[in-house]
């Protein structure tokens, strides 16, 4: 695996493949990387000749008094395991690197951004596409691949690419689970074994509202209220969101069909989780 060491030798190394015919895939990570990440890797490689991963921890989709400076970083044990999954090169640049005059300029996403995760978190989806775009002006790749258990962000990231016109294929690949159904995530590190224990209550519910609709159920008000009479029995976890919603624009529906997204965001303690299915899947 190729280390890429500046935005030169980005640049060089991924016009040198593309303009030797071969397909650039991105996969744009935080570290810390688990089974989830490493899933991203394989569709890329599926549907890329070549496979560029970054780390870098963006400060600019972090809000005041988050985790930024807590978050999971494990940089030798990440490049083994990107070289392990096939990864070709490693772009794992500095805050300066990226930012040098600091960064006035954000991209602005839709009003899909305002919900969920924008909501609770203000700021955090202008942080994510500001860098999602310069990671895709430095690679400029064929294919991207980005994961499930984040749909807004996936969501966002998909009306960027349509509305800014990039020739750039998106994979959204399926959510990586413990055999118990936690979703992975690096931040399932902060959990204290308790904590790990009330965090089943997010993909308990939801499969729960999976149960719900197999069972015929079609109305969001009820299947909302069986998750929430499901996660009084977790009273650690504070949940901040359930929505059940349309998969193109993240709009809450009353009526639910196989299609429909259910999510759901909660604390415990100071870790914050999010989870979500499509409702004919279940946890997949
Ligand atoms: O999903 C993530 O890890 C981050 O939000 C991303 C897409 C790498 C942007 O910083």
């Not at 695996?1 to 650039?24: F, K, N, Y």
């Not at 744009?28 to 549907?47: I, N």
């Not at 413990?178 to 590190?189: K, V």
Request: net charge negative; aromatic share 6%.
């Amino acid at each position: 695996m190729l280390d890429l060491p500046t935005i030169p030798d980005l640049r060089r190394w991924t016009r040198g493949h593309r303009a030797a015919g071969r397909r650039v895939g991105l996969v744009p990570t935080m570290g810390y990387l688990h089974a989830g990440h490493l899933a991203l890797v394989d569709e890329a490689r599926r549907r890329a000749d070549v496979v560029v991963m970054s780390i870098f921890v963006n400060p600019l989709q972090f809000g005041t008094g988050e985790d930024l400076g807590q978050y999971p970083r494990d940089l030798p044990r990440d490049r083994t395991l990107a070289e392990g999954k096939g990864v070709d090169a490693l772009f794992v640049p500095s805050e300066v690197m990226m930012y040098p005059q600091g960064s006035e300029v954000r991209i602005a996403p839709g009003p899909a951004a305002a919900r969920w995760e924008g909501a609770v978190r203000p700021g955090h989806f202008d942080g994510v596409l500001t860098v999602v775009a310069k990671l895709f002006n430095l690679v400029e790749p064929d294919v991207v691949c980005f994961g499930r258990k984040d749909i807004q962000q996936a969501t966002l990231v998909r009306q960027m690419i349509r509305d800014l016109d990039w020739p750039i294929e998106i994979a959204v690949v399926r959510t990586v689970r413990e055999p118990d159904g936690l979703a992975l995530s690096s931040r399932n590190t902060y959990l204290e074994s308790e904590e790990r224990q009330s965090a089943l209550g997010l993909s308990g519910a939801l499969q729960l509202a999976h149960q719900a609709w197999r069972g015929g159920e079609t109305g969001a008000a009820a299947i909302e209220a069986g998750m929430r009479r499901s996660l009084e029995t977790f009273p650690a976890l504070t949940v901040d969101y359930i929505a059940i919603a349309d998969p193109g624009d993240l709009a809450p529906v009353a009526r639910v069909d196989a299609n429909t997204i259910v999510a759901i965001a909660g604390r415990l303690g100071r870790t914050r989780l999010i989870d979500n299915i499509t409702l004919g899947d279940g946890l997949g």
